[in-house]
């Protein structure tokens, strides 16, 4: 269990962004759901969702995370789906649930500004996540949490040597590390495996690719339902 006496050297602390500060998941999957609808006279919903997840993940190393990767693996899926027959007009429409996707307003979490007022001025506080750019950039103008934070990185993926990166821009050692996010695979385990210490909120919904099935049992690890509950451990 995380507490502050076993952390003597924390300097930073690291939030993840979508399901940990605001709302995203769903958001996908309201839109794969109206996708599946869109082209369910070729296939059905569950053959749909399964072409889809595939392409998605053959295209990562091209696209990376976010929401402009995933509308070109809709309209790919939708492409193939069809066997290359698919009409303009559902093209158009699955842009349009892109656009709409990039519009979604912005939900906080439970606790979250909470969390980081509190937090603020007694830590140096970042955003470590994964998506594109300037949709990332936009939902944390728009949520109106930038003021509190002292750097934000975008992160092509989150593997170990990308955490280590990051450690070297902000100039500070592993063990002055907290990592705080939803996804035990991205937020978790590579930053146990650099040596820094990692905190789960979950979030009631993960997408399929951000999934493990093994428990972790580390020193430097905690898991809390709220992200309120960090507070009486770092404070």
């Known amino acids: 269990m995380l507490h502050k006496n076993k952390i003597p050297n924390l300097k930073v602390i690291a939030f993840d962004a979508d399901d940990t500060l605001f709302v995203n998941e769903p958001y996908f999957q309201e839109t794969e759901h109206k996708f599946c609808a869109l082209m369910e006279d070729y296939l059905s919903h569950q053959g749909i969702s399964q072409e ?49 996707l990039l519009e979604k307003p912005i ?23 994964k998506g594109d750019l300037k949709d990332q950039h936009s939902k944390l103008h728009r949520s109106g949490l930038g003021h509190y934070f002292h ?40 930053v146990l495996g650099i040596g820094g210490y990692a905190v789960h909120i979950p979030f009631h919904t993960t997408w399929e690719h951000e999934k493990i099935n093994h428990k972790i049992e580390h020193a430097h690890f905690s898991s809390f339902e709220k992200i309120t509950e960090i507070l009486q451990n770092l404070l």
Do not use: W
């Open 151 to 190: 750097h934000i990185e975008v992160m092509s993926d989150k593997q170990e040597i990308d955490y280590t990166k990051l450690l070297g821009r902000l100039d500070i050692q592993a063990d002055e590390f907290l990592m705080i996010g939803n996804s035990l695979k991205s937020d978790v385990l590579p």
């Open 107 to 129: 939900e906080l979490l439970d606790g979250v500004e909470e969390t980081l007022k509190t937090l603020h001025g007694k830590y140096k506080l970042v955003v470590a996540t």
């Open 52 to 100: 889809l997840f595939k392409i998605e993940i053959e295209n990562l190393s091209l696209y990376g995370y976010g929401i402009k990767g995933y509308i070109l693996s809709m309209i790919e899926a939708a492409i193939n789906i069809s066997n290359k027959t698919i009409p303009i007009e559902v093209i158009e429409k699955i842009i349009q649930y892109g656009k709409e």
